[in-house]
């Protein structure tokens, strides 16, 4: 476990208003980082948030946001892989595999929702949530064979909002359909893929940022983000903001 420096700390959390109350407890949420190649380089999919939000107005991030438990029960087409499933799992707090396969698909929902990219196999797909009706409309079974599960960070205490973000990724070859308009909810009103140095410079939170350089170094040892890989946890632990593995 590595403690990290005040300063390391304003970055994960820059922007979050001060909350004088008693501390929030966080909230289960999950981002997606979509990955594609084009010669030599990685690209990254970000969307730019619009500037009416209230929370990081204009800036570019990936498809994500809070865990509905309600998608644990929704049926799949391939399983978590067991080593990224252990992972969700391990760590502080108790993690069940139903809420971890419900945090792994909030990633999956938020990215059609926010931009229209359905992560999946072709087929018959039925379920009564409305959530899920953009999958059973265009036939494709959601599937999460594909995910890796590549950071977590929980807010540090004593902010306005508080989540507990677990960020997965995969690859463009695992969207089924990408559709041309984007998401229903129009939460992204600018995607773009970018160089992942690209991306690094671009006008994104720090903690995107720090998750960014993560990345990166898994990708220059691991350039296939093989399953069981290293997931970096950033969070408070004894007034100290620290970097751990799991």
């Given at each position: 476990m590595e403690a990290m420096t005040k300063a390391d700390v304003d970055k994960i959390d820059k922007g979050l208003a001060?909350?004088?109350?008693?501390?929030?407890?966080?909230?289960?949420?999950?981002?997606?980082?979509?990955?594609?190649?084009?010669?030599?380089?990685?690209?990254?999919?970000?969307?730019?948030r619009h500037a009416a939000h209230a929370f990081m107005p204009g800036k570019f991030v990936f498809p994500g946001g809070r865990t509905d438990p309600a998608d644990s029960r929704i049926p799949t087409a391939t399983a978590l892989n067991q080593h990224e499933e252990a992972k969700l799992t391990a760590g502080p707090g108790r993690t069940s595999h139903a809420r971890a396969r419900a945090i792994a698909l909030s990633a999956v929902r938020e990215t059609y929702e926010e931009a229209g990219l359905l992560i999946g196999r072709k087929g018959a797909f039925a379920t009564t949530r409305r959530d899920w009706q953009g999958f059973v409309e265009h036939g494709v079974a959601p599937s999460l064979e594909a995910l890796r599960f590549v950071a977590r960070a929980i807010t540090p205490p004593n902010r306005v909002r508080r989540f507990d973000t677990r960020f997965f990724?995969?690859?463009?070859?695992?969207?089924?359909?990408?559709?041309?308009?984007?998401g229903p909810t129009n939460e992204l009103e600018e995607l773009v893929w970018l160089p992942l140095a690209k991306a690094k410079q671009a006008d994104i939170p720090d903690i995107t940022r720090m998750i960014l350089d993560e990345l990166e170094r898994r990708l220059a040892h691991d350039p296939l983000l093989r399953p069981g890989g290293?997931?970096?946890?950033?969070?408070?632990?004894?007034?100290?903001?620290?970097?751990?593995?799991?």
């Open positions: 001060v909350h004088d109350g008693r501390p929030l407890r966080p909230r289960d949420a999950a981002t997606l980082i979509l990955l594609d190649r084009k010669g030599d380089d990685v690209l990254v999919l970000m969307g730019r990724s995969a690859w463009r070859g695992d969207v089924a359909i990408e559709l041309p308009d984007g290293p997931v970096p946890f950033y969070r408070l632990v004894r007034n100290r903001f620290t970097r751990e593995l799991l």
